[in-house]
C-alpha cells in the first residue's frame, strides 16, 4: 500500500512553496493521490496565507461535482490529478492577554515571588524591552528562540482545548483533525514541511513539529496513543535567504519594537544549518531534510508604497520565486523516493548548471532529477492549455470566460461530448489557468504563478520567452503548440502549411476529433473531468514526447 501524504506549509515563504506545490498538482504531477494539507501560521491574515488557501479553493473547484463530491476524486494521467484536502490553523494573539510574550506567559493566579521567579527567568533568554513586547500576530520576526516555544505551546494549547472540550474549538479543530488523521495512517505516512529557516515563523516551526504533533496526539488520546516518529516520515526544506527588504525607519522601529532585518538573512541562515547538523532531535525526526540555496541577486519585497516595512498581515503577498517551486520538487522527490528506511536525517540538494557564470541554464532535470522529461510534459501541458484558453480565446480578459468559448467553437466544429457543463463550471477553468498563467484586469497585465517564477530567473527557463512574455501584443498571439525552447516538444503540422499556428492547432482539433485522444475511466467519470482528460490527452500525444518521457 502506498505511503499516506501530509503537508504542512509554515509561515509566508513556507505558504508560496505550497502555492508551488499546488499547481504541480493541476499539472498532473500527483497522479491518483489524495493530500492532505495544513497551513500554519501566527498570522490570520497573512496575504501570502489567503492567496494559497484561495488557490486550493480553486483547485477544488475544478474537480468538485455537485455537492456530493467536495474536491472530486483522486485521478491519474489528467490535469488535477491530485485530490487535495485543506486543514487550516492559525494562532490567536489578538486578545489583550495575547498580544505578546510578557502579557502571554504572565502567572496571574501565583504568588509574588513565583511571578517574579518567572519574570527573572523569561529576562534571561528574552530581551525585556523588545523580544517580550513586539505584537506576536504579524509572526515571530526572526526570533526563532522565542518562535519555538510559542509554536509548540500553540500546537499544544489547541490540543488541550479540543481535549477538554469547554471551549468555542472551531480554530483549533482542524488541527488535532489533521493530527489525528497523521496517526491513523501513522504505519505509512509521510509528513513533508514547507518553511524558510532564516526568518520567523517557519525557521521557528521546522525543529519541533514533530515534537510537537507526537505530543498533542498524547494530549488528545491522554496518553493512550503515542504517534511513532519511527514510522511516520518526516522530510522538510532547508532553505535559506533568497529575499531582501528596506530597513525600517526610526519611528517604525520605536512602535513595532523588533522587525526582521534582511540584511542578517545569511547570518541567520548560517547559524541554522550550523544548528540542523548537529541538534539530536532533527536528527532523529526527520528522514530526509533539502538543503535549498540561492546565490544569485536577492528578490526585493519591498513592496509597501506607505514607506514602511510590512511585518504581515494582508499586505504580505510577496511574488513567487524559482527556489519555491524547487522546494515544491523537493516534496515530489520526498513523496516519491523508495527508500526512506535511514534512522538519522539525510540532507541532499541539486545542483543547477550554468550557461555562464551567474546565468541559469533550467531544464526538468534541474527540478526532478530522471523525472526531469515527465515534469517539463506536464508543466508544458498545462501551459500550452493556458494558451489555448487565455490568448487562443480570451480567457485572460475580465468577465471573459475563455472554457466556454472554446466549448462554443468546439460544438461549430462538431464536437458535442461536452455540452453538459455550466457557465459557471468552465469558468472555474478558466480562473484557475488565469492564476497558474496570467490574466488582464483594467487593461493591465497580471502575471500569474508561472510567470512570477519566470521572472525570478536570470537565465533560460524550459519555454520560450514569448509563451511568458507579459507584453499584451505577443502573449495574445502565442502558439499554443511551439512554447519550448526544445522544438522536439513542438507540436506536428502540415509541411505545406503557410502558417504553421494555425496548422498546429488544426491538427489539435483533428486529434480531439479522434479516438486516440479519448479519456478513459481512470482519468474521469465526470463531464467535466473526461473534458479535462481528453485535452490532456490531445496536447500529449500533439507534443510527440513519447521518446522522451521513456527514456
Not at 500553540?154 to 482545548?161: D, F, T
Not at 463550471?425 to 488565469?434: F, N, V
Not at 499554443?480 to 494555425?502: E, L, M, T, V
Amino acid at each position: 500500500m502506498d505511503d499516506k501524504l501530509f503537508i504542512i506549509a509554515i509561515g509566508g515563504t513556507g505558504m508560496r512553496c505550497l502555492e508551488s506545490f499546488v499547481h504541480l498538482c493541476a499539472a498532473g504531477m500527483f497522479d491518483n493521490k489524495t493530500i492532505d494539507i495544513l497551513t500554519l501560521d501566527t498570522d490570520q491574515a497573512n496575504g501570502n496565507k489567503s492567496r494559497v488557501e484561495n488557490l486550493i479553493h480553486k483547485y477544488n473547484k475544478v474537480k468538485t461535482e455537485g455537492a456530493q463530491d467536495p474536491g472530486g476524486s483522486p485521478r491519474t494521467n489528467t490535469f488535477f490529478s491530485a485530490k487535495l484536502n485543506l486543514y487550516r490553523f492559525a494562532t490567536d494573539y489578538s486578545s489583550a492577554h495575547r498580544l505578546n510574550y510578557r502579557v502571554l506567559t504572565e502567572v496571574n493566579s501565583a504568588d509574588a515571588q513565583a511571578r517574579q521567579d518567572n519574570r527573572d527567568l523569561s529576562d534571561l533568554f528574552f530581551d525585556s524591552q523588545t523580544v517580550q513586547d513586539f505584537d506576536l500576530s504579524h509572526g515571530y520576526r526572526a526570533q526563532t528562540h522565542l518562535g519555538s516555544l510559542l509554536m509548540y505551546h500553540s500546537i499544544m494549547e489547541a490540543a488541550i482545548k479540543v481535549k477538554k472540550g469547554t471551549e468555542d474549538v472551531d480554530r483549533e479543530r482542524p488541527l488535532t483533525d489533521f493530527i489525528q488523521l497523521i496517526n491513523q495512517n501513522s504505519g505509512g505516512a509521510r509528513v513533508f514541511v514547507f518553511g524558510s529557516v532564516f526568518g520567523g515563523t517557519g525557521a521557528s516551526s521546522i525543529p519541533v513539529i514533530p515534537l510537537a504533533l507526537k505530543d498533542a496526539l498524547k494530549v488528545l488520546t491522554t496518553g493512550n496513543n503515542d504517534l511513532n516518529l519511527n514510522n511516520v516520515k518526516f522530510g522538510s526544506t532547508l532553505l535559506t535567504d533568497y529575499f531582501t527588504f528596506d530597513m525600517p525607519d526610526e519611528q517604525q522601529l520605536k512602535k513595532a519594537k523588533v522587525i526582521a532585518d534582511s540584511n542578517n538573512f545569511a547570518l541567520n541562515s548560517q547559524a541554522a544549518m550550523t544548528f540542523y547538523d548537529h541538534d539530536i532531535t532533527v536528527q532523529n525526526n526527520y528522514k530526509m531534510l533539502y538543503h535549498i540555496g540561492w546565490s544569485m541577486e536577492n528578490a526585493d519585497y519591498s513592496q509597501d508604497v506607505s514607506g514602511e516595512v510590512v511585518t504581515g498581515g494582508e499586505k504580505q503577498e510577496n511574488a513567487c520565486h524559482l527556489v519555491e517551486l524547487m522546494s515544491a520538487s523537493a516534496a515530489y522527490d520526498f513523496f516519491t523516493r523508495e527508500d526512506l528506511s535511514n534512522t538519522k536525517a539525510k540532507y541532499v540538494f541539486r545542483s543547477v548548471e550554468e550557461s555562464a557564470p551567474g546565468t541559469l541554464r533550467l531544464t526538468g532535470a534541474s527540478f526532478m532529477g530522471k523525472d526531469g522529461p515527465i515534469f517539463e510534459e506536464r508543466l508544458g501541458s498545462l501551459l500550452s492549455l493556458s494558451h489555448i484558453i487565455l490568448s487562443k480565446y480570451e480567457g485572460s480578459r475580465e468577465n471573459s470566460n475563455g472554457v466556454e468559448n472554446f466549448l462554443n467553437d468546439l460544438k461549430v466544429r462538431n464536437v458535442e461530448d461536452y455540452e453538459d457543463i455550466t457557465d459557471e463550471e468552465a469558468r472555474d477553468i478558466s480562473i484557475y489557468l488565469q492564476e497558474f498563467a496570467y490574466k488582464f484586469k483594467n487593461g493591465k497585465f497580471i502575471p500569474g504563478w508561472l510567470h512570477q517564477i519566470n521572472k525570478s530567473i536570470n537565465g533560460s527557463f524550459i519555454f520560450s520567452p514569448e509563451a511568458l512574455s507579459d507584453n499584451s501584443q505577443i502573449i495574445s498571439k502565442v502558439d499554443p503548440g511551439a512554447i519550448y525552447n526544445d522544438p522536439r516538444y513542438h507540436w506536428r503540422s502540415s509541411r505545406f502549411a503557410i502558417k504553421k499556428a494555425d496548422s498546429r492547432f488544426d491538427k489539435f482539433i483533428e486529434m480531439i476529433k479522434g479516438k486516440d485522444a479519448l479519456p478513459n475511466e481512470e482519468q474521469g467519470t465526470t463531464q467535466k473531468e473526461k473534458f479535462l482528460g481528453h485535452l490532456f490527452n490531445a496536447i500529449i500525444k500533439s507534443q510527440q514526447t513519447s521518446h522522451l518521457t521513456q527514456g
